[in-house]
């Protein structure tokens, strides 16, 4: 345990003392500021359109209109900014030399990925906490925003941040070269994350609707942006988290024997 | 304290080693030498659990470096060629990184730290990025990196490569300066650098061990004859004659232009040398030197590495 620690400290410090973290953060509060600021005034029409014909009441709901768009389009802008995150992870071991240290030292390749992982989904955790200044916002302001559905939220998202995560942490395990490491995270994340949308076609694809769904990343994430947070969406997300990192396990492993 | 067994490693077929055998003592400074791409680098792979060997075993400490990977990881420090260096951090957060992995206690951790840089000269530089070192300071980093948990046992991959020659002195020094306490093997093809260090040598050469043993019997050679530099007075035709019909004496030729320089092949022995020199000044040639020339480490190198270049036929002898 101790050895994932140090392993995760040094990987969550790696994104700080290096210009990443600062500019990722930047950019990502600015993106999703921008979503919320429009969700926003799309409230406060409604708001007034309501205000005019308040037989429409019933529909206007925060959650589902700012909260539940604005963590939509949150999946979306990190199903690209995951796989940037994670890239560097162990290709860059790889460049660096670094990997021959730390696959000489007294720590198993088991204890090297789970702690890079933590490193990396700390990072997730570190941008999650930084959104909530727009919830925090509507609070402060008085809003009628409701907390459990909230709460399932941020579930979600951490759950689908670290499946994303994952994957490309897998993808860093097989390659040297960052950007194809990269490649591989996005390509993978985003299969899991469309993969749900041949059972919507029809034909023959059909018969195979809800095992296409429930493969896929963005449909379980739906459950939980309704508010709902239900058990098989996070046994699928531990799951799927679980087999990356024990793929990429296999993949350090393996390549001592190359 | 270091047992290697018949080590193989393939690559796909194409063998990196072959069949390598050797043992270091405790305290030992074991030199390994050879051209780049003979198999050193494989050879610490495998010694330092970073990957299997295809064939023979290895042990450190008595636990084998595969079976009991983690046991001989915990007592192993281990340079490799490149050192592994994370270019964003300080030298200080960097060492407290590895020794925390290495197992260090946590107590210890800031102490290990002071006492290897002290060691490797890097305490003015602790608290600067690593990226914006030059290279011989980054060496002396990776130098401490192996240090920092105090293993009994160093494996050191071209350590001095890159380094100024003023570098390369200091770096020899704290190498030497673990001997005794630490159990070392470095590689180099920098013949100076074996002769000013190690107590023993192996030569590898396309994977194969070419030659082993303490360097004061590999200077020494064992074919059980010795050469001699000759510089007499006068040159005459007699002396190459008179010389080759003693008892002992296998081949006389000149040595170089100079005229009265020769170089005299003979039985390894002190009387045989002092005969020599009675018969010349005897026979009034005028002897003005005489010189056992000792094969020089480089020699034994060159010539069993097969890879005489123009201008050293010499040490093809």
């Given at each position: 345990?101790?050895?994932?620690?140090?392993?995760?400290?040094?990987?969550?410090?790696?994104?700080?003392?290096?210009?990443?973290?600062?500019?990722?953060?930047?950019?990502?509060?600015?993106?999703?500021?921008?979503?919320?600021?429009?969700?926003?005034?799309?409230?406060?029409?409604?708001?007034?359109?309501?205000?005019?014909?308040?037989?429409?009441?019933?529909?206007?709901?925060?959650?589902?209109?700012?909260?539940?768009?604005?963590?939509?389009?949150?999946?979306?802008?990190?199903?690209?900014?995951?796989?940037?995150?994670?890239?560097?992870?162990?290709?860059?071991?790889?460049?660096?030399?670094?990997?021959?240290?730390?696959?000489?030292?007294?720590?198993?390749?088991?204890?090297?990925?789970?702690?890079?992982?933590?490193?990396a989904l700390g990072f997730g955790v570190v941008m999650l906490l930084m959104s909530f200044v727009y919830p925090l916002y509507l609070l402060l302001a008085g809003a009628p925003l409701e907390m459990k559905p909230l709460v399932a939220v941020y579930l979600g998202t951490l759950l689908m941040v670290g499946a994303f995560l994952a994957v490309g942490l897998l993808g860093s395990s097989v390659s040297a070269n960052q950007i194809v490491a990269a490649i591989i995270g996005f390509t993978t994340c985003l299969f899991f994350w469309v993969v749900g949308f041949l059972g919507d076609v029809g034909g023959g694809a059909g018969e195979y609707s809800g095992f296409l769904k429930g493969l896929s990343i963005a449909e379980h994430y739906e459950d939980f942006l309704k508010g709902v947070i239900d058990t098989g969406s996070v046994v699928f997300y531990l799951t799927f988290i679980f087999f990356c990192l024990f793929l990429t396990q296999r993949v350090i492993d393996s390549s001592r024997w190359r | 304290m270091i047992e290697v067994e018949r080590l193989s490693?393939?690559?796909?077929?194409?063998?990196?080693?072959?069949?390598?055998?050797?043992?270091?003592?405790?305290?030992?400074?074991?030199?390994?030498?050879?051209?780049?791409?003979?198999?050193?680098?494989?050879?610490?792979?495998?010694?330092?659990?970073?990957?299997?060997?295809?064939?023979?075993?290895?042990?450190?400490?008595?636990?084998?470096?595969?079976e009991q990977s983690m046991e001989v990881r915990r007592r192993i420090g281990y340079l490799p060629e490149n050192p592994p260096l994370y270019d964003d951090m300080t030298v200080r957060s960097y060492l407290d990184f590895v020794s925390r992995i290495k197992g260090v206690p946590g107590r210890q951790v800031s102490g290990r730290i002071d006492a290897v840089s002290a060691k490797c000269g890097l305490?003015?530089?602790?608290?600067?990025?690593?990226?914006?070192?030059?290279?011989?300071?980054k060496q002396r980093v990776g130098l401490a990196q192996a240090l920092v948990n105090d293993p009994p046992v160093l494996i050191l991959d071209e350590p001095t490569v890159g380094l100024d020659p003023a570098q390369i002195v200091e770096i020899r020094e704290v190498i030497k300066g673990l001997a005794g306490e630490h159990t070392v093997i470095f590689s180099t093809h920098i013949l100076p650098e074996v002769t000013a260090t190690c107590s023993s040598v192996v030569i590898i050469n396309y994977g194969e061990v070419v030659r082993y043993g303490p360097l004061s019997e590999l200077a020494a050679g064992d074919t059980g004859r010795q050469r001699l530099h000759l510089q007499v007075a006068r040159d005459e035709q007699a002396v190459s004659e008179g010389l080759l019909s003693l008892?002992?004496?296998?081949?006389?030729?000149?040595?170089?232009?100079?005229?009265?320089?020769?170089?005299?092949?003979?039985?390894?022995?002190?009387?045989?040398?002092?005969?020599?020199?009675?018969?010349?000044?005897?026979?009034?040639?005028?002897?003005?030197?005489?010189?056992?020339?000792?094969?020089?480490?480089?020699?034994?190198?060159?010539?069993?590495?097969?890879?005489?270049?123009?201008?050293?036929?010499?040490?093809a002898a």
């Open positions: 345990m101790r050895n994932v620690l140090t392993i995760m400290r040094r990987e969550l410090g790696a994104y700080f003392v290096s210009p990443v973290a600062y500019v990722i953060l930047t950019f990502f509060l600015f993106i999703v500021g921008y979503f919320f600021l429009a969700l926003v005034l799309q409230y406060s029409e409604a708001s007034l359109r309501v205000a005019s014909n308040p037989s429409w009441a019933n529909q206007l709901n925060l959650h589902d209109i700012v909260i539940r768009n604005f963590f939509s389009t949150f999946g979306v802008i990190m199903l690209f900014v995951a796989p940037i995150l994670s890239m560097r992870i162990l290709a860059e071991e790889r460049r660096l030399g670094t990997a021959e240290m730390l696959l000489t030292s007294p720590i198993s390749s088991g204890q090297l990925v789970l702690g890079k992982y933590l490193g | 490693k393939d690559f796909g077929g194409r063998a990196a080693v072959k069949d390598v055998s050797f043992k270091v003592g405790r305290g030992e400074i074991l030199g390994f030498l050879g051209p780049n791409g003979a198999g050193k680098t494989t050879t610490m792979r495998i010694l330092t659990c970073y990957m299997p060997a295809s064939q023979g075993t290895a042990r450190i400490a008595g636990f084998d470096v595969f305490t003015e530089v602790l608290p600067r990025i690593i990226g914006h070192l030059s290279r011989g300071f008892p002992g004496v296998h081949a006389v030729g000149p040595d170089g232009a100079r005229a009265g320089a020769y170089v005299v092949t003979a039985e390894a022995s002190n009387d045989l040398r002092e005969r020599i020199a009675r018969e010349i000044v005897q026979k009034g040639w005028g002897l003005l030197e005489i010189t056992p020339v000792t094969q020089s480490l480089e020699d034994i190198y060159l010539t069993l590495t097969g890879r005489t270049g123009e201008g050293m036929g010499r040490a």
